[in-house]
């Protein structure tokens, strides 16, 4: 069932429900309001009643009457009853007689005694109450029970008709409840509806783009989600054009060193038996270096494809001073030059490893065009890696961290042009930044921002 249809069945339910108890409530009450009219209706016709009869002689005859006129009307019984139960007075339809009980005779035993209830009379139903007066008689007063009753058939019949309109107008309710919950729950679902065709499309299609126009205009949380998706598109989009150019610029860079080796390879097959040991042993070594620069290619390129936010290191505060002196010990080893490090630096929170790694690429690269000297300069949670060498080109300073950028200048010279790549991508994923400019007194000053591991 769709979400739609859950909606409208549910506020229908609710709707049924609380129509449901207010119809009953209504109904309930309308009929303790109606049967309280008839009974103080009885009540006030019984006291004119024994008002009136209180004046007269009753004879020990059934009579119709010259008496009370104003009591009984076309929908009323009127009877009296001696203390033997014999009617004495009996005014009303032909063919109409109250049941005398032992209930009524007993209103007898009590003056001014009462007695109301629901009977029987001919298949209808009456209401009728019994009471008793003290009449005058040739032997003194005497205890006569009077029952009136009225029939109750057209209180019914509006109880009935009441009910009946209740549970038409309660059912209509229920109605327009649930088609206006379906018709807001369709508004409402509409952008998910949305997202779920897009989503559908796309992987339909294997296409971001197929995607389409999603409407963020939505209000609440629904808005919210298209939202969310549509970013979510739009990162997804930027990471298959950055996935795409990369392998376009890989396959670019690994062209040049695979046609050497395989230049140096053929030669070698076909004229290997002619080439003296030296040449042979030059074509060996250029094939190797080819061979080693692939596979620092291939394993820069896997550094560099790695999602560095999704990684099973952990992030712990990091004191950026030992990490320093660490990576300047081991490329004062590698690099044979002066490397130091100064400053004070702060500790930053990140993954210990890709740190070191950003860290090791600046000072590698440092260190290929370095004079002889190579500093570290530590500021807070700002690392620069100095060098004493020919500084940058002005015209490559805002390309250093793209992939495979290499000014013309260093093209010949070793190398992938992905190291400062990779310290991008790296510093990027911890939320800092980089940056690269040339120093006042010559050379090129690279570094890196952390955020600060806030004090507790």
Same mark, same amino acid.
Request: proline letters at 4%.
């Given at each position: 069932?769709?979400?739609?249809?859950?909606?409208?069945?549910?506020?229908?339910?609710?709707?049924?429900?609380?129509?449901?108890?207010?119809?009953?409530?209504?109904?309930?009450? @309308?009929?303790?309001?109606?049967?309280?009219?008839?009974?103080?209706?009885?009540?006030?016709?019984?006291?004119?009643?024994?008002?009136? $009869?209180?004046?007269?002689? !009753? &004879?020990?005859?059934?009579?119709?009457?010259?008496?009370?006129?104003?009591?009984?009307?076309?929908?009323?019984?009127?009877?009296?009853?001696? *203390?033997?139960?014999? %009617?004495?007075?009996?005014?009303?339809?032909?063919?109409?007689?109250?049941?005398?009980?032992?209930?009524?005779?007993?209103?007898?035993?009590?003056?001014?005694? $009462?007695?109301?209830?629901?009977? *029987?009379?001919?298949?209808? #139903?009456?209401?009728?109450?019994?009471?008793?007066?003290?009449?005058? #008689?040739?032997?003194?007063?005497? @205890?006569?029970?009077?029952?009136?009753?009225?029939?109750?058939?057209?209180?019914?019949?509006?109880?009935?008709?009441?009910?009946?309109?209740? %549970?038409?107008?309660?059912?209509?309710?229920?109605?327009?409840?649930?088609?206006?919950?379906?018709?807001?729950?369709?508004?409402?679902?509409?952008?998910?509806?949305?997202?779920?065709?897009?989503?559908?499309?796309?992987?339909?299609?294997?296409?971001?783009?197929?995607?389409?126009?999603?409407?963020?205009?939505?209000?609440?949380?629904?808005?919210?989600?298209?939202?969310?998706?549509?970013?979510?598109?739009?990162?997804?989009?930027?990471?298959?054009?950055?996935?795409?150019?990369? =392998?376009?610029?890989?396959?670019?860079?690994?062209?040049?060193? !695979?046609?050497?080796?395989?230049?140096?390879?053929?030669?070698?097959?076909?004229?290997?038996?002619?080439?003296?040991?030296?040449?042979?042993?030059?074509?060996?070594? @250029?094939?190797?270096? *080819?061979?080693?620069?692939?596979?620092?290619?291939?394993?820069?390129?896997?550094?560099?494809?790695?999602?560095?936010?999704?990684?099973?290191?952990?992030?712990?505060?990091?004191?950026?001073?030992?990490?320093?002196?660490? %990576?300047?010990?081991?490329?004062?080893?590698?690099?044979?030059?002066?490397?130091?490090?100064?400053?004070?630096?702060?500790?930053?929170?990140?993954?210990?490893?890709?740190?070191?790694?950003?860290?090791?690429?600046?000072?590698?690269?440092?260190?290929?065009? @370095?004079?002889?000297?190579?500093?570290?300069?530590?500021?807070?949670?700002?690392?620069?890696?100095?060098?004493?060498?020919?500084?940058?080109?002005?015209?490559?300073?805002?390309?250093?961290?793209?992939?495979?950028?290499?000014?013309?200048?260093?093209?010949?010279?070793?190398?992938?042009?992905?190291?400062?790549?990779?310290? &991008?991508?790296?510093? =990027?994923?911890?939320?800092?930044?980089?940056?690269?400019?040339?120093?006042?007194?010559?050379?090129?000053?690279?570094?890196? #921002?952390?955020?600060?591991?806030?004090?507790?």
């Amino acid at each position: 069932m769709s979400l739609r249809w859950r909606w409208a069945l549910g506020l229908g339910v609710v709707a049924a429900l609380a129509i449901g108890l207010i119809t009953i409530a209504a109904v309930v009450s @309308a009929e303790r309001q109606l049967r309280g009219a008839v009974d103080s209706d009885l009540r006030q016709r019984a006291s004119e009643l024994a008002r009136l $009869s209180g004046a007269q002689r !009753i &004879e020990g005859r059934v009579q119709r009457a010259r008496l009370l006129p104003r009591i009984v009307d076309l929908d009323a019984v009127v009877q009296a009853l001696d *203390e033997d139960g014999a %009617v004495l007075l009996q005014i009303g339809p032909e063919g109409v007689i109250p049941p005398v009980e032992a209930a009524d005779l007993g209103v007898l035993a009590e003056v001014g005694g $009462s007695l109301v209830r629901d009977v *029987e009379i001919a298949g209808v #139903t009456f209401r009728m109450i019994t009471f008793s007066v003290r009449l005058p #008689t040739d032997g003194g007063p005497s @205890a006569v029970a009077f029952q009136i009753a009225t029939d109750r058939s057209r209180v019914d019949a509006n109880l009935t008709e009441l009910t009946r309109r209740l %549970v038409t107008i309660g059912v209509l309710g229920v109605l327009l409840v649930g088609f206006t919950g379906w018709l807001l729950a369709s508004r409402a679902v509409r952008p998910i509806t949305d997202l779920t065709d897009a989503a559908e499309r796309i992987a339909s299609s294997e296409r971001i783009d197929a995607g389409g126009r999603l409407d963020m205009s939505a209000p609440g949380e629904i808005g919210r989600l298209a939202r969310a998706f549509s970013s979510m598109l739009a990162s997804l989009r930027k990471s298959r054009e950055e996935q795409q150019r990369l =392998v376009t610029d890989a396959g670019h860079e690994f062209r040049t060193p !695979i046609t050497s080796l395989t230049t140096n390879l053929e030669v070698l097959r076909r004229q290997g038996d002619r080439l003296s040991r030296d040449q042979s042993h030059d074509l060996i070594e @250029a094939a190797l270096a *080819e061979s080693r620069q692939l596979a620092g290619l291939a394993a820069e390129l896997v550094d560099l494809s790695t999602d560095a936010h999704h990684t099973d290191e952990p992030t712990v505060p990091v004191d950026m001073r030992p990490l320093a002196d660490e %990576v300047a010990d081991r490329f004062r080893q590698l690099s044979g030059k002066e490397i130091t490090v100064s400053g004070v630096g702060a500790t930053v929170k990140g993954r210990r490893s890709q740190l070191e790694r950003a860290l090791g690429n600046l000072v590698d690269n440092a260190a290929k065009w @370095a004079g002889s000297a190579v500093e570290i300069v530590l500021d807070g949670p700002s690392v620069t890696v100095v060098d004493d060498g020919p500084g940058i080109p002005e015209e490559a300073i805002a390309h250093i961290f793209d992939r495979f950028y290499r000014s013309s200048d260093v093209r010949s010279s070793p190398g992938t042009g992905l190291g400062l790549s990779i310290v &991008e991508h790296l510093i =990027v994923a911890h939320g800092g930044k980089v940056t690269a400019r040339n120093g006042p007194g010559g050379g090129a000053e690279v570094g890196f #921002t952390l955020p600060v591991v806030p004090d507790r």
